[in-house]
């Protein structure tokens, strides 16, 4: 049965954090492709309207700014209620500083926000999400390569993303308890907007970049979304606890993959 039906009965629900761009909206495409409703959570809640819209019938979009605690935690339960149920948690949302600080630069509450967004969000709505998923549910959290191998003046993002597996392993152990799993994906560079406007304006040179992968080419959205579609998956099952690397290489080649 396709999303967009009106007879929702057996469909999955998902819950996708930051789905109204970039990855976040590739995954929200692959799941409705694949029959599962999703929940498009995003701090810009006009987009999010839109995005949820364009999914079809049984989509919904939530607003939500993840940097505040207390709206993280309440998030599933939102979710949830919106859906008649939720069987999929995909923590996505994420913000990055590309101001070139070192990390003892970087104002204490720009550092705080980085670790609210990418790291406490994800562990407040899991710890909600777990009580909520149902036997078989699933959760996905978005790191990074930058957790391996730590981005040059990007050092407070890439120790959030080492944060975000950190809790991964952690939190699947409570979760097998339950019959669920908790895994994670940590993509490359990928050709979000923010990277193609970058290229676009001069900033990033996109022939460089993709000549340092040794697949020889960037990410694209649509490559992290399958890693995610295949994770939630029957065929994905077998995952826990850990993290799929979808680099085209780079970890590896850098000696830096573990
Ligand atoms: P993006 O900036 O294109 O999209 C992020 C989405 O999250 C946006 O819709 C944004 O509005 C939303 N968002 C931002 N702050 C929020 C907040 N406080 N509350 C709720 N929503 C918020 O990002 P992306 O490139 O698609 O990245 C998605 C995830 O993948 C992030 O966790 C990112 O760290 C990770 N990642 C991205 C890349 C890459 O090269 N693009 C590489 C490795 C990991």
Not at 51 to 56: C, I
Not at 227 to 255: M, R, T, W
């Amino acid at each position: 049965m396709s999303a967009g039906t009106s007879h929702t009965a057996g469909l999955r629900r998902a819950l996708v954090t930051g789905g109204a761009a970039g990855i976040g909206w590739a995954i929200c495409r692959e799941l409705a492709a694949a029959g599962v409703l999703c929940a498009v959570a995003d701090i810009d809640a006009e987009k999010a309207g839109n995005r949820a819209a364009e999914l079809g019938a049984g989509h919904v979009a939530l607003g939500v700014d993840l940097s505040d605690p207390a709206a993280a935690l309440a998030l599933p339960a939102r979710a949830a209620e919106a859906l008649g149920g939720l069987d999929i948690v995909i923590n996505n949302a994420g913000i990055t500083d590309t101001s070139g600080r070192r990390i003892g630069e970087i104002p204490a509450v720009d550092f705080a926000r980085l670790v609210a967004v990418n790291l406490a969000s994800v562990e407040g709505i899991c710890r909600a999400a777990l009580d909520l998923l149902p036997k078989g549910g699933v959760v996905v959290n978005l790191a990074s390569g930058a957790a391996f191998r730590p981005i040059a003046l990007r050092g407070a993002y890439s120790a959030t993303k080492a944060g975000v597996l950190a809790l991964t392993e952690t939190l699947d152990r409570e979760a097998a308890r339950r019959g669920q799993r908790v895994t994670a994906v940590a993509p490359g560079f990928v050709r979000t907007e923010l990277v193609e406007g970058l290229i676009a304006n001069g900033r990033l040179d996109a022939t460089a970049a993709a000549a340092r992968v040794p697949l020889g080419r960037l990410g694209e959205p649509e490559d992290i979304a399958r890693a995610v579609a295949f994770l939630i998956s029957p065929e994905g099952a077998p995952l826990a606890g850990h993290h799929l690397l979808v680099d085209g290489g780079s970890a590896a080649a850098a000696g830096a993959a573990r």
